[in-house]
């Protein structure tokens, strides 16, 4: 396999579920992130990992849990959803957080529903 | 606060109908401009880095450019397949985050 992987590719869930996004890289790249795309918006940066480590929490609600446990791995765990957090939720990884190298690779995106 | 700003938000063009897209940004130090083509319910695919004022870059009909205060996507004799969002995003020194604009949609009809 190659480049990022994103599963699952749509998911559905009611606001009182529970579920994860998972997010796979296989570029040997150092740093990952979540990025929120909603219609007719620009790209949200949501968090930011550099070998494992937290470096950005953009903000966003505690409903939105990420965890990275090693460097080709993130998740995104998802609780108490509500309607507008529906979007486009996308992965990405980088070589680096700055400096040469740091073009972000996407993963193809999970499609969330909340209902 | 870095802001990009992405012009038309929609380009309907004929094919084989050359046209250009606009990229205006505002960021405290460029470190680097980058060009993604996305198309509909997938992920970015990245395009192009530039990194200085001058710059250009070439991947097959797309073209590239950048001054110090925009940067442009050339489409050449466009084809069906460019039909896509295209975005911007810009990256200040020393930071990491990335400021995407809204993109802009282009639709080439055969």
């Known amino acids: 396999e190659t480049g990022v992987t994103q599963t699952p590719r749509h998911l559905v869930m009611g606001m009182t579920n529970k579920k994860s996004l998972k997010c796979e890289q296989h570029?040997?790249?150092?740093?990952m992130y979540w990025y929120k795309q909603s219609a007719k918006k620009p790209l949200e940066l949501m968090f930011v990992?550099?070998?494992?480590?937290?470096?950005e929490n953009n903000s966003v609600p505690s409903r939105f849990s990420p965890e990275c446990p090693n460097s080709s791995h993130l998740f995104l765990h998802l609780h108490t959803l509500q309607p507008e957090d529906s979007a486009l939720y996308l992965c990405?990884?980088?070589?680096?957080?700055?400096?040469?190298?740091?073009?972000?690779?996407f993963g193809q995106g999970t499609r969330l529903t909340v209902v | 606060e870095d802001q990009v700003t992405q012009s038309p938000e929609a380009l309907r063009l004929q094919e084989g109908e050359s046209s250009s897209l606009n990229c205006s940004y505002t960021?405290?130090?460029?470190?680097?401009l980058f060009w993604y083509r996305q198309d509909p319910g997938k992920g970015p695919e990245f395009l192009f880095t530039?990194?200085?004022a001058g710059e250009e870059k070439e991947k097959e009909r797309l073209k590239a450019t950048l001054t110090k205060k925009e940067s442009f996507l050339h489409i050449t004799a466009p084809k069906p397949e460019d039909s896509a969002t295209y975005l911007c995003?810009?990256?200040?020194?020393?930071?990491?985050?990335?400021?995407f604009g809204a993109g802009t949609t282009v639709t080439v009809r055969a």
């Open positions: 990405a990884s980088s070589q680096g957080l700055t400096g040469a190298n740091t073009e972000a690779f």
């Open positions: 530039l990194y200085s």
């Open positions: 990992y550099s070998l494992e480590e937290r470096v």
């Open positions: 960021v405290s130090g460029l470190r680097g």
């Open positions: 995003a810009v990256q200040a020194w020393q930071d990491y985050k990335l400021s």
């Open positions: 570029l040997g790249h150092n740093a």
